[in-house]
């Protein structure tokens, strides 16, 4: 019940918000998406609460309801769904961080003034296709969740953004479809292959592994667990995004509203990592398998080609949209090297995995904070050029406190949450694929030259006299970015509780994969 | 109970007082400047930056003026001017008196030490918290402390409570009086975790903070003004990044080296690691390889060349860092690396990876003291010499049979060189900001106890007979000959050597040119107002400056006999004796002559100026080397040429790949499918049911193809 009171509440919410007064439209819209971050701390602290908490696995989640949805059966074609959801480490920190960057989103969207109802409404439907992402534990609801969550963004970056919002929005658009018609390829063909009468989690979970054989491909032939893993993995791939994939996020980012931007880079490019991890790796681990040294190679570029691209930009967002980019390389990393075939000894592939996973969480709140920022001084000075600023950390010390801190836990600074989660992929992916770890881990070199350089051109200096009217955040400018700050200095200091919170479902996964390499 | 239990409160100390300046004096510190109108008041939020407030009245009058709320006039002459309100010297009162406990604890500790030859073996570990375990792979945050430990806490503590108090003078009415307590602060806390790691973890994470603490110290005057075009004024801005991503250049293959001995040995313990037992079943080439990246991180963070370009620039930072930070403590964090896995080098690891520390150490040497030749920057020519001296200290490490002979000259050096940074903050504090020697001359009528303090300290780093420099210099010399009778490499031994004469030379030209001058007293040693070539009106400074100038220069003179008898030595390796006095070494007096030599040709040269300083410039090839050398051999220039054309070459590469490659498809592509889009689109009536139709249609469709496409069907 409680998480089909996550995934609905914003549903319910956002009609209430259509139906009240505009004025009212964000007050509903806070308490809501607060009422559904409770709920999602309760998944947590409910089970801390029993004393032994035991956070669940994909074959034993908490909070778990099985309802059967749709059972249609066409001669040979049996299509059946359920209505299944449930939560294991994995996707309890993904709700988590959901229900809170939602929550924030509303607080960063307070001063919209161009139709809010639609637009608290959309955020609000738009927390609910992301939420049953996470919490789907069906196959086809989880694609249907996945189609959900596409019309609200489309439309918030269409009707909301920049001057190139519509080309922007359709970009989106295009690529994520393309991309998650594949997966759906994907998810057709696992759910056939393996009997095509169950499309939960756990039936993949046992099933879909010891899938053999090959598929014919223009001649050749190519393994069946190889084309199943491409085929889900090139939606997932686009959401990421991976290079080359990857060119619509730069585009969605610098058009989208400051809020919608912090929801896109900290939950959106998540469900691809999350689909990666828990579908990609858990129900095609052989494909994965195969796959890893390529996904290492691509990890490496995804780190060094957006940072670079990062670099070189002039408009802050965008800058910060491309360093997206290059800190989801590490999550691919961490993924590649837990699914690398090698001697390595597990615990490194935990290791590697568990920083991937870490790496998700935290680059969802670091991200979302450098959003926040860029978005407050924009909402003041109506332009993102890191150059026309100049010196003006003199007329907004405490945006330059934040913003720094955003920046110096983007760049992996320890005492800050991006620390550990680097670290960790690096000490676990070294074991497996050295060559690519080194590469990427150039990456820290670069991320702190673009992020500095930006800060140093923007806030450093003697003050641009242009800017001399600039006032310093609000209380309410600076209550995301205090309380995201708060959540990254604590993972960063204090790990445990989230790295105990993932341990059970990942360690089932590379327990199960390192069994399968021993066949 | 004993002292040693207590460790974890040395970095909770400053680590409380730092919590305490941010949360509570410094936003009352804020307030009260404020309402004394120095500073904008930032809620009004008009034009009128500070106007709102009531009742201040010097702000306004001089307009623009208004807008040096963090400081006042940069380049001349900090603080003054300015008022340090109550709350503002509360906290630093706060940070001294933490500063002053930790000290106090440190020292307990270290006698506890120096009273347990057991311990001193055994050294203490205390278990703080875990981050996680993966297996047998434990992420943990643990302390230890050992002999070398405590020597480092003794540096940290001692010379950064003098620091802080020399600050209260040197800071006093600078505007941001509070966050540079609160700045140095974080920084002792980082220093302290660095030291106090007992494992590689813990170091890192140390490491990595005292980078931070230095970026924020070099950028302190974050809202400076670019100096005039052709000046060779550090700048701030530029100088904090700088000196943050060149350190992160050699931390990035210190992560490596770090990666390569967790992947082979499975831990990050030092205890572990350091044991050759672990590495029975390791191929010896990895743990070299691992070695040499490791180092490669001492060469960033110590400034050793290729990576010594950030400290010079790093000299744009308040001088109490620049004392504290870019010569005592941090850029020795090197020399602590490289000794905190001493037995790895010497005893695991290949001779190639102690030859690389020799060879840069060597190298950085004599190559910084050239540079330092021509500066005519009083912190210059100071950085130059410290990146020269952190050059002997690992050199001391590689040709030494244990970390002794490095490390102590790491902890001699750590005090002449906090007093000769203090010292030359006395001097610019008295000379209205000057750095330029050209403007100085004769000052030590003006403060004698400047002037005193700073010649022990300058005779100290020459190596002068009984003073500690001369005690750590000079056994690094002697263990370097030793290492060439074995080795048959004399070249660390010419380097270092040669290194010492030069070093003599240009410490005591800074002295004369700075103290001193023809016609002075004592052979121009003691100048007066008859050599002095500035304008401004020098005068001592404030005893919380003269102070610890005091205090710091009697262990400048006399730490060095503490290696009598392998005192040192004895303590740091638990009771096996190292390295021969020097004293008693007929090889010393070698030393000691070139150094003599050093100070006699700057004294004819600077002192007596019987030797006018233009023969060395008067001719060709001297005009050459000095335009090189006055260039610092033109590395800033490459390196500038390889981000500007090479890396920022890739990176627009890279962003036009996107721009006319990927995207040139995507939109090629994308132009049909939007056409179809176009006519049936309803953006701004917002149809939810058309996008949806539209969208799980269009999925369906082509997933179809796609699924038919391979084939999957067919069973």
Known sequence: MLLTAIVFLPLIAGVICMLAPDRAARWIAAVFTGVVFLLSLWLYFGLVATGSPNFGSVIAPQWYIDVPWINVVLGAFHLKVDYALGADGLSMTMLILNGLLSFLAVIGSWKIGKRPRLYFALLLI????????????????????????????????????????????????????????????????????????????????????????????????????????????????????????????????????????????????????????????????????????????????????????SMVQKDMKRMIAYSSVSHMGYVLLGVAAAAAIGTANINFRQAALTGATLQMFTHGTITAMLFFSVGVLYEKAHTRDIDVFGGIGKRMPMLMLLYSVACFAALGLPGLSGFVAEYLVFTGSFATLPVATIFAAFGVVLTAGYLLWMLRRSFYGPLNMKWDWLTDTTVREAFPLVALGLVILFVGIYPQPIIDLLTPSLQQMVHSMSALAIH | MSPVEFVPVIPLLPLVAMVIIFLVTRPLDIAAQRRAGLRPTGVSGGHNVGGATAGHEQAETHGSGADHDEHDDHGGGHGHGGVTTFWGLAGAVVAVVAMVGAFGLALAIFFQFLGSPALQKSGYTVHLWNWFSFGPLHYVIDFRVDTLTAIMLIVVTGVSMLVHLYSIGYMAGDLGFSRFFMELALFTVSMLILVLGANILVLFIGWELVGLSSYLLIGFWFDAAPPPAGSDLPYPPPAALKAFVTTRVGDFAMLIGILMLFVTTGTFTFTTLNTPATYQHIDQFTVTVAMILIFCGAVGKSAQFPLHVWLPDAMAGPTPVSALIHAATMVAAGVYLVARFFPLYSQVAGPQSLEVVGWIGSFTAIFAAVIALAQNDIKKVLAYSTISQLGYMFVGLAVAPTDATGIFHLFTHAFFKALLFLGSGSVIHAVAGNQDMRKMGGLAKYMPITAVTFLVATLSISGFPLFSGFFSKDAIIGEAFTYGQANGNFWFYGLTLFTAFLTAFYMFRLFFMTFGGRGGAFGGFWGNERQYRGEAHPHESTWTMTVPLILLAFPSALVGFWSINSGFANFLTAGIQTYDNPLFDPLTYVGVAVALLGIGLAWLVYGLEVVPARVFTSNPVGRAAYTVMINKFYVDEFYGWVIQYIALGLSHGAELFDTYIIDGIVNGSATSVQRIGDATRRTETGVLQNYGAAIFGGALIIALAVFIATGAFVH
């Open chain 1, 126 to 309: 738009l927390e609910t296709g992301v939420m049953g992402v996470f919490a789907a534990f069906d196959l086809f609801l989880f694609i249907f969740f996945w189609e959900i969550e596409l019309i609200p963004m489309f439309l918030l970056i269409g009707i909301w953004g920049g001057a190139r919002r519509e080309y922007a929005a359709w970009k989106f658009l295009i690529y994520t479809l393309v991309g998650s018609a594949f997966t759906l390829a994907g998810i057709f063909l696992i759910y056939f292959q393996t009997g095509g009468r169950d499309a939960s989690y756990q039936h993949f979970t046992q099933t879909a592994p010891s899938l053999t054989g090959s598929l014919p491909f223009f001649g050749g032939s190519v393994s069946l667990a190889l084309a199943i893993f491409l085929l889900l993995f090139v939606g997932f791939a686009v959401k990421i995004p991976m290079w080359p994939l990857h060119t619509w996020l730069p585009d969605a980012h610098t058009e989208a509203p400051t809020a919608v931007s912090v929801l896109l880079a900290g939950v959106l490019l998540k469900m691809g990592a999350y689909g990666l991890i828990r579908i990609c790796l858990g129900f095609a681990p052989h494909g994965a398998m195969e796959f890893a040294p390529v996904l290492g190679v691509l990890a490496a570029i995804n780190v060094l080609w957006g940072a670079g691209a």
